[in-house]
Structure formats: C-alpha cells, structure tokens
C-alpha cells in the first residue's frame, strides 16, 4: 500500500513539476500529463533514495509523516531535552538565543521563540483550547486516499491559526498564530502548520531541522513558507506614487470636465467677441470641443477623427492580446497637419476680399483644454462604452477579438489552478476527454490575434501609402513611435503592478516565493519588454521562466510590425515581388519550425522524444514564442490585408454563393480538425510523420480558417456567423480587450495563490470560476483603460497638436 501510495503521489508530482503557469507548446498540458505516466517507476525511485538519505526506509518514512499525534508526541518528548542541550548567547542588545551549532550562525534561534514554542507543546497536553486550536490548524501528511485524489497537498485550516491571538489580559497565549507550508521540493507534496508569531521563518526553519536532528538526521527535509506581510521596498513605493499622481490627474481632469470646462471655452468665446472675429477658421487640429473624437465610435485611444475612424474600424484600438491598435493610424501621419497648424487656434476677421487677415492664438489655454480633456474620466468612459458602429466599420473584427481573448481567459482559468486542486485524478481524467481539447488547444487563440494584427497593419498602411501620406523619412519615425506610444505605457504599468505590486495583494503559502521569483527575473529583464524582445533575451529562454511570462506575445506582434513596411512597400509597388516575398517568408518560417520539430522530435500525444535530443533546460522555449515559428499566421493576415485593399473600390462585388458554402465549409472543417483531430492520436503510437505535419501545419492551417472568416464576413458572406460576430456589444469589450491581456494573468495568479483552500472542480465550477475571472478582468481593464490607456493617448494628440 505504501508503495503504491507514494507511486501516485509522485506522479502527481511530476505533474504539478512539469505543468507550466502559461500555455507553452501545442496542446502542452496534454502532452505533458500523458509524459507523466511513464515516469512512475523513476518517480518513486527518487522519493526511496530522498528517505534513504536520511536514515529511513520508505515505510518508516511514510508512516512517521503521516501520523500527526505521533509527530507531536516525539516533538513532545524530545524537544525540551534538545533545546536543553542548546548553548544560550547573547547579542550586543542584549537578547538572548538559543544556538544549536556554534559555528553556524544561521541556526540561531531567539529564546522568546524557544520558549513560546515549549509554551505550545506544554499546554496542547493540558488541553488548552488555543494549543488545540493551533493543532486542529495543521494540514495532514497525504494519506492513502492520495492514491486515488492524487491529492498530495493539504492547506489545513490556515484561519484557525492565524485568527489564534494573544490575550493581553490573561497572557494565554502570549503570542499570535503564523501560518506556514511545508513543501518537499520537487514531488508537490506539502502540508501546512501553525506557529508562533514571535518566530520567523528562517527561525521556524531551523526549529523544523531540530525535528530531523530528533530522529537522527543531519540535512533538513522540508523547507516551510510562512505567511508572513510582505514589506514595502522603495521601488513598490515610488511605483505606488506614481500611480497615485495618475489617479490624481484623472480626478482634476474629471472635475475640469464636469465643472470648468464650460467656463474656460466661454471665456475663450468672449476673447473672440472682444475681436471682433465670429467666424472660425477651422485647422486640421481644431475640432468641436463637444464632440467625443468626432463621430466615430473609436475607443478611448483613438487619434483618429470621425472620417478616418469611418475607414479603419471602430475596432482599431484593441486587438485583442496586445493588438489595440492593429498598427497604423492616420490621425499621426507626418510633420504636415503639425508644421500647418504650429499648435494655434486661429479667428479671423470679417473683412472685404484682399484685406489683411488678424490672427489670434490662444496656445495656453488651448494645451490645458488638451491635456485636462484627456485625463476626463467623463470623456474617456463615453467613447470606452459606445456602441455605435458607423457604416464602413469592420465590425466582424471585435467579435473575433472578443471571443478570442475569452478563449484565452478560459484557457489560463482552467491552468493556473492546476496543481491547486482537491481531486486531481478527476480534473485530469476531465481533461482526457475530447471535449476538454477546446480548452487545452486554446493557443490558437493567440493566433486569432496574429491574422487580425497583420490584416489591419496591411489594409491600413497600403492605403497611407496610397493616399501619400507616408512619404517621408518622418512620417515613417511617427509611424514607430506611435505604434510603441500606443502599446508601451500601459504594459509597463501591467508589468509595474504584477512585478511591484502583486506580493502585496493578499497573503498565501506560495505567493511570497512567486514573488520572489518574478522580481529576480524582472530586475535583469525588466528592460526587455520596454524594447519588445523579450522573446529573445535570455536565448532561449522559456516562457514560464521570464519577468512576465504572457507578454510574449506583444513582442512578437511588435517584431513583426516592425517588418511590415519592408513588405507593405514592396507589395505596394509590385503586387508580384511581394506577393513572392510573403511566401518567401512563409517557406522559412515553416521549414525552420519543421527542422526544430524534426531535430528534437517532439510528439503530439506524450510520447518520448523520437529523436532523444534533450532540451537544455527541459522546459527551453524552442518554437512556441520565437518569431521565426510563429510569423505565418501574421503573413496570412497580411495577404488578406492586401486582398481587401484591392477590393476598396470595388464595391459591387459579390462572392459565389457556391464558393462562398464551400468556402465556410473547408474553414469550419480545418477549426474543428485543428482543435479536436489530436483525439486520436491519444493513447496509441503516433508515427514521427504524422506529429511533423500537425505541429508544422496546423498554426498556419488556423490562420487560413481565421482569414476565410474574415474576408467572408467583409465581403456580406458571412451569413448568421457574421451577424453574430458583428454584434454591437463586442465594440466596447473590443477596446478592453489590450487591458485585459495585460491584467488578467495578474489577477488570475493572485487568486490562486493567495486562496486557504484547494479547489474541488467540476465542469460547473470551471463555467463559475471562467465567468469570474471574466467579469474581474474586464472591470479592471476597464480601470487600467481609465487611468492610463486612455490619457497617455490623449497626450499623444496633444504632442502632436490633434487635440479639441
């Protein structure tokens, strides 16, 4: 029984060891469950020789730690004669320790904890009610039913302990109650306890090796977490400031709004009188005060005004994983609009014809309207929230935007608690399920984002480039830098939060060591995600072993933008040469991603490594991240771009309705064989060829699919799927959509690894805990938009004088 037991307890370890926090290669969690199941015979191999390391067999082992009365009554029994036995120092403050070696300064331990701790022993025998509650708090050793839960984890009852306080009055207890988690590194296996407060952790260590001393040992066993307030460094504090002086600009730009504004245009309208110039001539910069961005229902972020917004989508400003903007924007195209208007607004005089025009120029006043305006919550939630769709808008867009970014949602509700589950045996066999494919095959999520990156970035710069508004060696630099503007100051606020702020929301048994790790990871790599390349810094790298794990994404989508006007250009000028310099690229992506698949022999189904080349590390980012492996469904965005340009001016055309069956036909079958066609390969022997093909092809095949959908549905052939797609209520959750990227993976992390208990899951609780994350993500995004999106752009129209 024993055997067996640790058998399933080790390969619940492995599980939880492998299993990654972010969505690695093609169906990973599913490739890497069925990995797991060869690795039984070596798991419990490695947990025999950790035992006998120690003096112990692997019955002793397992029947001393599962005992908890046994494990208090050796404590008991041992602990005094130990701690008498202990040399007693003194510091130069005059506190007093306990020191169990002389010449490890690191096992001293402070007499009040020593005798708090005896406190404690003492009176769990006389039956005090704080001792047993203290006691009752501690989580079990894994039991037998751990063979069929594979539930090697138990958090106890950490309120228990840590709602036990001293009594001031009657000194019983004289100390509070600290949490802690006893991990044995690298089998998931870990229980809680409870403490007292007047130890620290490094102390609780060291009073937890006295228990190996007890029975014979001379290396610790265990390492125990403690819940303990995470302490406020200068940086989290200067980060804080800074968000708070945000938030106070946002308050004054609202009561300016609310309440000043129509004070500052009237006294701007007398000036006017007082000039005697009633008729406005109106600058490319200079535009109603009244209106929200035009008449368009472009987001927050917007610098596009009614006309423009009327050409590129009401979508443009987020797409989905990072791609707010889809690249190009036409509200910033070049020193002409800026050089013209030299940031004035100018009246002009009622006189005969040939007269000597009178200019007036309220700069000041005109910069203040700006930049108060783009703080204005009032403003900024109006155009957030509309719905309006204008009449050329490419509403199909927000719906595929949408529904990925919940596909993506889904997807890390169901991951990031694994591991942190009551009845892994059943979430496991719940993931063997075809159904359950939907759920693990949610990368192509992120593809999704890919076509609709390189669709808009193709159909909005050819058409610059058409209307010769991108003809300029400056024009191309505020292309960039717009695009980096668009994108860079929300993400470094997301990275501010989850890398500064996070430790600090709520307190649990892991969070203090995923803290730890995230902060040592961004304080080398931190400036990798400024420049966008943090997909390649440090090479390889992997993607759960990073600063910000999920952001990935956002430098690959920013490493292809910045390619794309080497293509656009050529595609402009000769549809042929870019036509073939597309597929050029798309061979060698393909080909790239073919050799490392063929070299490393990576299987589809959990299958050992064809080949037996190792990874260096194991879980090293080969192709998931890399922008070479992951460009073709961008260069197919990007043909259905150009497509669509071409198809501008043509507005009679119709498709096929034949081609048009046939077409949604062969795109709904390669979705559904993508996601669900690894079915089968499940529980057999997959040959190498088959997993070269699904894991070359299969990304690509999606992204055609996706651009099917696409044109389809723009060209009035999207029938019922593209009046669903189309819906108004996807416009305002397309604009959250970036900010939701961003925060989610935060918030998600935060929950799971602050909760006092494990979850127990059913497909119930999956559809309750999906919709939650949903809600939270989206509210908050909707904050982040509020507070930083939204003014930042704003500023941007103010710099480049396109403000009201």
Same mark, same amino acid.
């Given at each position: 029984?024993?055997?067996?037991?640790?058998?399933?307890?080790?390969?619940?370890?492995?599980?939880?060891?492998?299993?990654?926090?972010?969505?690695?290669?093609?169906?990973?969690?599913?490739?890497?469950?069925?990995?797991?199941?060869?690795?039984?015979?070596?798991?419990?191999?490695?947990?025999?020789?950790?035992?006998?390391?120690?003096?112990?067999?692997?019955?002793?082992?397992?029947?001393?730690?599962?005992?908890?009365?046994?494990?208090?009554?050796?404590?008991?029994?041992?602990?005094?004669? !130990? %701690?008498?036995?202990?040399? *007693?120092?003194?510091?130069?403050?005059?506190? /007093?320790?306990?020191? =169990? @070696? #002389?010449?490890?300064?690191?096992? !001293? %331990?402070?007499?009040?904890? *020593?005798?708090?701790?005896?406190?404690?022993? /003492?009176?769990?025998? =006389? @039956? #005090?009610?704080?001792?047993?509650?203290?006691?009752?708090?501690?989580?079990?050793?894994?039991?037998?039913?751990?063979?069929?839960?594979?539930?090697?984890?138990?958090?106890?009852?950490?309120?228990?302990?840590?709602?036990?306080?001293?009594?001031?009055?009657?000194?019983?207890?004289?100390?509070?109650?600290?949490?802690?988690?006893?991990?044995?590194?690298?089998?998931?296996?870990?229980?809680?306890?409870?403490?007292?407060?007047?130890?620290?952790?490094?102390?609780?260590?060291?009073?937890?090796?006295?228990?190996?001393?007890?029975?014979?040992?001379?290396?610790?066993?265990?390492?125990?977490?403690?819940?303990?307030?995470?302490?406020?460094?200068?940086?989290?504090?200067?980060?804080?400031?800074?968000?708070?002086?945000?938030?106070?600009?946002?308050?004054?730009?609202?009561?300016?709004?609310?309440?000043?504004?129509?004070?500052?245009?009237?006294?701007?309208?007398?000036?006017?009188?007082?000039?005697?110039?009633?008729?406005?001539?109106?600058?490319?910069?200079?535009?109603?005060?009244?209106?929200?961005?035009?008449?368009?229902?472009?987001?927050?972020?917007?610098?596009?005004?009614?006309?423009?917004?009327?050409?590129?989508?009401?979508?443009?400003?987020?797409?989905?994983?990072?791609?707010?903007?889809?690249?190009?924007?036409?509200?910033?195209?070049?020193?002409?609009?800026?050089?013209?208007?030299?940031?004035?607004?100018?009246?002009?005089?009622?006189?005969?014809q040939g007269s000597k025009k009178k200019t007036y120029t309220h700069l000041g006043w005109a910069i203040l309207h700006g930049v108060l305006m783009s703080f204005s919550i009032y403003n900024n939630l109006?155009?957030?929230?509309?719905?309006?769709?204008?009449?050329?808008?490419?509403?199909?867009?927000?719906?595929?935007?949408?529904?990925?970014?919940?596909?993506?949602?889904?997807?890390?509700?169901?991951?990031?608690?694994?591991?942190?589950?009551?009845?892994?045996?059943?979430?496991?066999?719940?993931?063997?399920?075809?159904?359950?494919?939907?759920?693990?095959?949610?990368?192509?999520?992120?593809?999704?984002?890919?076509?609709?990156?390189?669709?808009?970035?193709?159909?909005?710069?050819?058409?610059?480039?058409?209307?010769?508004?991108?003809?300029?060696?400056?024009?191309?630099?505020?292309?960039?830098?717009?695009?980096?503007?668009?994108?860079?100051?929300?993400?470094?606020?997301?990275?501010?939060?989850?890398?500064?702020?996070?430790?600090?929301?709520?307190?649990?048994?892991?969070?203090?060591?995923?803290?730890?790790?995230?902060?040592?990871?961004?304080?080398?790599?931190?400036?990798?995600?400024?420049?966008?390349?943090?997909?390649?810094?440090?090479?390889?790298?992997?993607?759960?072993?990073?600063?910000?794990?999920?952001?990935?994404?956002?430098?690959?989508?920013?490493?292809?933008?910045?390619?794309?006007?080497?293509?656009?250009?050529?595609?402009?000028?000769?549809?042929?040469?870019?036509?073939?310099?597309?597929?050029?690229?798309?061979?060698?992506?393909?080909?790239?991603?073919?050799?490392?698949?063929?070299?490393?022999?990576?299987?589809?189904?959990?299958?050992?490594?064809?080949?037996?080349?190792?990874?260096?590390?194991?879980?090293?980012?080969?192709?998931?991240?890399?922008?070479?492996?992951?460009?073709?469904?961008?260069?197919?965005?990007?043909?259905?771009?150009?497509?669509?340009?071409?198809?501008?001016?043509?507005?009679?055309?119709?498709?096929?309705?034949?081609?048009?069956?046939?077409?949604?036909?062969?795109?709904?079958?390669?979705?559904?064989?993508?996601?669900?066609?690894?079915?089968?390969?499940?529980?057999?022997?997959?040959?190498?060829?088959?997993?070269?093909?699904?894991?070359?092809?299969?990304?690509?095949?999606?992204?055609?699919?996706?651009?099917?959908?696409?044109?389809?549905?723009?060209?009035?052939?999207?029938?019922?799927?593209?009046?669903?797609?189309?819906?108004?209520?996807?416009?305002?959750?397309?604009?959250?959509?970036?900010?939701?990227?961003?925060?989610?993976?935060?918030?998600?992390?935060?929950?799971?690894?602050?909760?006092?208990?494990?979850?127990?899951?059913?497909?119930?609780?999956?559809?309750?805990?999906?919709?939650?994350?949903?809600?939270?993500?989206?509210?908050?995004?909707?904050?982040?938009?509020?507070?930083?999106?939204?003014?930042?752009?704003?500023?941007?129209?103010?710099?480049?004088?396109?403000?009201?």
């Amino acid at each position: 029984m024993a055997k067996s037991l640790w058998t399933s307890l080790l390969f619940l370890g492995t599980v939880l060891h492998c299993a990654s926090p972010i969505f690695g290669q093609l169906s990973p969690e599913l490739d890497k469950f069925w990995k797991t199941k060869s690795l039984d015979k070596r798991g419990l191999e490695s947990v025999q020789n950790l035992f006998a390391e120690h003096g112990l067999t692997f019955e002793e082992g397992v029947e001393l730690l599962s005992d908890k009365k046994r494990v208090f009554k050796l404590v008991r029994e041992k602990f005094t004669e !130990l %701690v008498d036995g202990a040399t *007693i120092t003194q510091n130069e403050s005059g506190d /007093r320790f306990y020191s =169990f @070696n #002389e010449e490890d300064q690191q096992q !001293l %331990v402070s007499e009040i904890c *020593i005798d708090h701790i005896r406190l404690f022993l /003492r009176d769990l025998i =006389f @039956n #005090e009610y704080y001792a047993r509650r203290m006691a009752a708090s501690f989580g079990e050793f894994p039991t037998e039913e751990a063979e069929f839960t594979l539930n090697a984890r138990d958090y106890g009852f950490p309120w228990l302990c840590r709602s036990t306080k001293a009594n001031l009055t009657s000194g019983v207890p004289p100390f509070d109650g600290k949490s802690c988690y006893a991990d044995i590194p690298y089998t998931g296996i870990g229980w809680a306890s409870c403490w007292p407060s007047t130890c620290t952790e490094l102390e609780v260590n060291t009073v937890s090796f006295l228990f190996w001393i007890i029975i014979g040992q001379t290396t610790p066993f265990l390492y125990l977490d403690c819940v303990d307030p995470a302490p406020w460094l200068t940086s989290e504090i200067a980060f804080t400031t800074l968000l708070a002086f945000f938030a106070l600009l946002v308050v004054i730009g609202t009561f300016y709004d609310v309440y000043l504004k129509a004070l500052v245009l009237e006294k701007m309208s007398r000036k006017k009188k007082e000039k005697n110039t009633p008729v406005a001539q109106k600058e490319n910069i200079y535009e109603d005060p009244d209106r929200l961005d035009g008449d368009s229902a472009i987001a927050t972020s917007s610098l596009d005004d009614g006309e423009e917004a009327r050409e590129r989508c009401s979508v443009d400003t987020n797409e989905g994983a990072g791609e707010i903007n889809e690249g190009y924007e036409k509200g910033v195209e070049g020193p002409t609009d800026v050089d013209k208007a030299a940031l004035r607004l100018e009246f002009s005089e009622r006189q005969p014809q040939g007269s000597k025009k009178k200019t007036y120029t309220h700069l000041g006043w005109a910069i203040l309207h700006g930049v108060l305006m783009s703080f204005s919550i009032y403003n900024n939630l109006g155009k957030l929230l509309s719905a309006k769709k204008t009449p050329n808008t490419m509403a199909v867009l927000n719906g595929l935007r949408v529904l990925s970014m919940f596909w993506v949602i889904l997807g890390h509700s169901c991951q990031f608690i694994l591991g942190f589950v009551s009845n892994a045996s059943q979430y496991y066999a719940m993931a063997g399920n075809a159904g359950f494919l939907a759920i693990l095959n949610g990368t192509f999520s992120v593809d999704t984002f890919f076509v609709l990156s390189g669709f808009l970035v193709t159909y909005l710069t050819l058409k610059q480039i058409d209307s010769k508004k991108l003809n300029s060696v400056l024009s191309w630099c505020l292309f960039y830098f717009h695009r980096w503007w668009r994108l860079t100051p929300v993400y470094m606020v997301a990275l501010g939060i989850w890398a500064l702020l996070m430790p600090h929301f709520g307190q649990g048994f892991l969070k203090e060591g995923l803290g730890d790790f995230v902060k040592s990871f961004c304080r080398r790599y931190w400036w990798t995600h400024l420049l966008y390349f943090n997909n390649l810094l440090p090479f390889p790298g992997s993607v759960e072993d990073s600063c910000m794990g999920w952001s990935w994404y956002l430098a690959n989508d920013m490493q292809f933008f910045i390619i794309s006007p080497l293509i656009l250009v050529i595609l402009h000028k000769n549809a042929k040469a870019g036509i073939a310099l597309i597929i050029s690229l798309l061979v060698v992506s393909l080909s790239a991603l073919f050799g490392l698949n063929y070299y490393y022999g990576f299987s589809i189904n959990g299958q050992e490594s064809y080949t037996g080349r190792p990874l260096e590390p194991s879980n090293a980012d080969i192709t998931y991240a890399k922008p070479y492996t992951r460009i073709p469904t961008y260069l197919v965005g990007m043909v259905v771009g150009y497509v669509m340009f071409r198809l501008k001016d043509k507005k009679d055309f119709k498709l096929n309705k034949v081609v048009a069956c046939v077409g949604w036909l062969v795109a709904l079958g390669i979705m559904s064989q993508v996601i669900y066609g690894i079915y089968w390969a499940q529980g057999r022997y997959s040959p190498f060829a088959e997993a070269l093909i699904y894991l070359t092809f299969s990304r690509l095949a999606w992204g055609v699919a996706i651009g099917w959908v696409i044109f389809a549905c723009l060209v009035g052939a999207g029938g019922p799927i593209g009046e669903f797609l189309g819906w108004s209520f996807w416009v305002p959750m397309a604009r959250l959509s970036y900010a939701a990227y961003l925060i989610h993976p935060v918030l998600m992390t935060n929950n799971v690894y602050t909760t006092q208990f494990l979850y127990n899951i059913t497909y119930v609780t999956i559809a309750y805990h999906f919709i939650g994350n949903v809600v939270v993500s989206y509210t908050a995004a909707l904050v982040l938009s509020l507070l930083i999106e939204g003014p930042t752009l704003g500023l941007e129209k103010v710099m480049f004088g396109r403000f009201k």
